[in-house]
């Protein structure tokens, strides 16, 4: 079964400073799109990166940026000079692309910004 | 920009009623989803629908749970009988057809927080 693993319940960083979120996801197609997705207090889900398993060069849009490791089946999402305002839940989710539409999601971290 | 809809941002429902929740897709999107996240968990998927029709269901979406589309721009998720673990955040989403290794995302609504009492 798909499943995507996210060990860092929560995690702290200082204001300027980057992070990175791991998450490690468990599939046997060729074929899947990796997505970060941000979820502030008030509750909605931001899309932030997409990256597709045939994807050669990692991913990058703006402060973020995925640290792909295909072999290691993992995508980090790395935050460079994070902000107050960056201070929320994130999700990895995965979605295969022979297998339905839908996307599995991680259990999340919740980033803390500190000032 | 277009965004994806929802109503109400808040339901509160006695337990065994029947709730309908209210979607509106972006409009040139194909693909529909609804989606649970029971306070401080993850996301969790129940079922999509493409072409009028669900494409598919998690073990989630059992028999108390429908979707229709019932005028091509409202995507509705109806709960018949409502029980307290029904309670959680309920999220709509949308994404244009896609194929293989597009990058579509899925485009959230801001949710509907549905709470069984």
């Known amino acids: 079964a798909q499943k995507i693993t996210q060990t860092q319940p929560g995690m702290f960083v200082q204001e300027k400073e980057a992070v990175t979120l791991d998450c490690t996801y468990d599939?046997?197609?060729?074929?899947?799109?990796l997505f970060w997705y941000k979820q502030p207090s008030s509750g909605e889900m931001i899309f932030l990166i997409y990256q597709g398993s045939y994807d050669e060069q990692n991913a990058t849009e703006g402060r973020y940026s995925l640290n792909f490791q295909k072999a290691r089946k993992s995508a980090n999402l790395v935050i460079s000079a994070s902000q107050l305002g960056d201070s929320a839940m994130y999700f990895c989710?995965?979605?295969?692309?022979?297998?339905?539409?839908?996307?599995?999601f991680g259990p999340g971290t919740r980033l803390s910004v500190l000032p | 920009e277009p965004e994806v809809t929802q109503t109400p941002s808040h339901q509160v429902t006695q337990m065994g009623q029947e709730v309908i929740l209210r979607c509106v897709p972006i409009s040139n999107h194909l693909y529909f989803y609804w989606y649970r996240q029971i306070l401080g968990q993850k996301v969790e998927f129940l079922v999509s629908f493409y072409n009028n029709e669900i494409s598919e269901k998690s073990e989630i979406f059992d028999d108390q749970f429908s979707v229709e589309r019932p005028d091509g721009s409202n995507f509705t998720l109806k709960i018949r009988s409502t029980k307290l673990e029904d309670s959680a955040m309920y999220f709509c989403?949308?994404?244009?057809?896609?194929?293989?290794?597009?990058?579509?995302?899925?485009?959230f609504g801001p949710g509907t927080r549905l709470t069984v009492t």
């Open positions: 989403a949308s994404s244009p057809l896609m194929g293989q290794g597009d990058s579509y995302e899925q485009y």
């Open positions: 989710a995965m979605r295969l692309d022979n297998y339905g539409q839908n996307f599995v």
């Open positions: 599939t046997s197609d060729q074929s899947y799109g």
